[in-house]
């Protein structure tokens, strides 16, 4: 790896262990506490696909009349990614984005869907998203993390918006949470067999293939520009501590209920 990118990734280090080992994930007993990590998790599903549809139309052509745009390495690399999250397999091999595939999760355990449903049917352009969250009752916490995701998109700025992807969203997600959804989906009769499949496909996929592509993304965007690197590390830093709020949050709503 770069060493610029292992530089980065130190930077972070810490914040990232604070995620992979929060408490949210050993509070999450029942399939009543599922429901509630679903019911805001989602939001972030959504959000990872907006940051990434960003990052396609920024490096590649989505206009008409086509013209070649960027660098051809960089437009392969977030047109793979694309391709995996919008268009992948559900467990019946039917077709699927990620974000359909978690709310077909959801409904499949029991989840509230309308929330996030009714939030995307108010939301008609990237500068109603904070208006649309901030006039519901959307958690703080959650509104929060989709701000900051737009504020990244907002910059204008593609190597940043590469380096939040990379970092900020990819392998999260720990082993045990995967075990234990197991468990949850054996003890309940399979509610939980979609968001199994989602959890154990994220990491195959998302997690090997596509942070692989993203690295090298990130690493072509900010070259061997100090500022552009700079930016990225803080930008990232920013990102996870709204997550690190986003579990804080899960996990209060969890020990409630």
């Known amino acids: 790896m770069n060493h610029r990118l292992e530089l980065l990734k130190k930077e972070i280090a810490e914040l990232r262990a604070t995620l992979t080992e929060h408490p949210v994930y050993a509070s999450i007993t029942t399939l009543e506490g599922l429901r ?70 959801m409904k499949q355990a029991g989840a509230d869907t309308e929330t996030i449903s009714h939030r995307l049917q108010q939301i008609s352009s990237v500068n109603s998203v904070r208006a649309a969250l901030q006039n519901s009752n959307t958690p703080e916490a959650v509104r929060s993390f989709v701000a900051t995701t737009f504020d990244v998109i907002a910059t204008g700025k593609p190597h940043i918006a590469a380096a939040v992807f990379t970092y900020g969203r990819e392998d999260l997600i720990p082993g045990m949470f995967i075990s234990f959804v197991k468990e949850l989906n054996e003890r309940m009769s399979g509610a939980a067999t979609t968001f199994q499949y989602y959890l154990e496909r994220h990491i195959e996929v998302d997690g090997d293939h596509h942070s692989h592509l993203a690295y090298a993304m990130t690493e072509e965007l900010c070259g061997d520009d100090d500022v552009k690197w700079a ?27």
């Open 36 to 105: 509630s990590f679903m019911e805001a998790h989602v939001f972030a599903v959504w959000d990872f696909m907006s940051l990434l549809k960003y990052l396609q139309r920024e490096l590649t052509c989505v206009d008409l009349p086509w013209q070649p745009k960027g660098s051809p390495a960089t437009r392969y690399l977030i047109n793979e990614i694309v391709t995996g999250e919008e268009s992948d397999v559900d467990e019946d091999g039917v077709r699927s984005s990620h974000f359909e595939l978690y709310l077909k999760a």
């Open 231 to 257: 930016e990225a590390t803080a930008w990232v830093k920013t990102s996870l501590q709204a997550r690190v709020a986003l579990w804080d949050h899960i996990r209060d709503v969890v020990a409630a209920s």
